[in-house]
């Protein structure tokens, strides 16, 4: 998708400097009937609203350089290519029609972008990074002091605790998670688009959330550890809609509708999509996102 991708030929776009990370197709279904999406900051502890213009973005969060100018693509590809596949699905899940293989190849694609594009990926993959980088340093160190063949700048009880205890941090480029979006979303989508399909429908009195990571997991209690970049061997969940919920469970061709949900099945999807939230909750009710907050709080204190 991105490969090839190139604006030329497509309608005009400016250059946005205001990139969502949670795209405002999607926010639009989280919108009250005043155009606003009611919020949850979990740093600020406070609730806000906002429309989805001003909801889920950061400033050139996918901005690179190129020959020492702003390269606006990947916000452009996401929007032309990735944003609008979603409101045809939504149409098809509220008439309770079965997807094609296109419609299934679509979904799959937005998913994989959605999981791969956020704050809480990109840190996530830095982490590693950092882990990895601070790893070999432990070993590249250990093994020149070993060999006697560390500098005198290098071999001395500071440097030594300086490593061995990674009194440093790893300022890693953003255009490393950029990567991983750009070369691995083709795959991840495809791979998702093979798992089969449930979609559940909250009750009457009841409403989903979602939030700015909202796509999670659940291991699978076999597994020994998390494989395949959240593809593999886990529970896929998904807040579609206030009233719609995907869940993608084991490679696969079925699609299943499911209807009432209660609301305390409702609730417990609903803590799962907040626990896997980086910052911020999501909802088109002001009341029902209030009175769920008081109920993480209250679960936490408990625990």
């Known amino acids: 998708m991105f490969k090839y991708y190139t604006t030329k030929g497509d309608v005009k776009m400016s250059d946005p400097k205001k990139q969502h990370f949670v ?16 919020i949850y900051d979990k740093v600020k502890d406070e609730f806000r609203k906002q429309t989805p213009a001003n ?6 969060f996918y901005t690179v350089e190129t020959n020492g100018e702003k390269d606006f693509f990947i916000e452009k590809a996401l929007a032309v290519k990735v944003d609008v596949l979603y409101n045809p699905l939504i149409e098809k899940i509220n008439k ?3 997807f ?15 999981y791969l594009r956020t704050p809480a990926q990109r840190k996530n993959h830095n982490s590693m990074i950092e ?22 700048s ?28 750009m070369n691995f979303a083709d795959e991840m989508g495809n791979m ?3 798992q089969n399909i449930i979609i559940i429908k909250a009750s009457h009195k009841s409403e989903f959330i979602s939030s700015d990571n909202p796509y999670s997991m659940v291991k699978e209690e076999w597994v020994q550890k998390w494989e395949g970049f959240g593809v593999i061997n886990t529970v896929k969940i998904f807040p579609l809609t206030p009233k719609h919920v995907l869940v993608l469970k084991d490679v696969g061709e ?24 980086d910052r911020f909750l999501f909802s088109n009710n002001e009341l029902l996102l209030k009175g769920f907050v008081q109920k993480i709080k209250k679960r936490s204190i408990k625990k």
């Open 23 to 38: 795209p405002q197709t999607y926010l639009s279904f989280f919108k009250d009937n005043s155009g606003y999406v009611h």
């Open 254 to 277: 079925k699609m299943i509708y499911i209807q009432h949900f209660s609301r305390d099945k409702v609730r417990e999807l609903n803590f799962q999509i907040a626990n896997w939230s």
């Open 131 to 152: 882990t990895t980088f601070k790893k070999i340093t432990k070993i590249t160190y250990g093994l020149k002091k070993h060999h006697g063949v560390l500098t005198d």
């Open 96 to 98: 309770e029609e079965i």
């Open 55 to 60: 909801t889920g973005y950061s400033k050139h």
């Open 100 to 114: 094609n293989n296109e419609d299934k190849r679509n979904l799959g694609l937005f998913l994989a972008c959605q």
């Open 154 to 181: 290098m071999n001395n009880p500071e440097m030594e605790s300086f490593v061995e205890n990674e009194e440093y941090t790893v300022d890693v480029p953003k255009e490393h998670s950029l990567e991983l979006l």
């Open 192 to 194: 998702l688009s093979k």
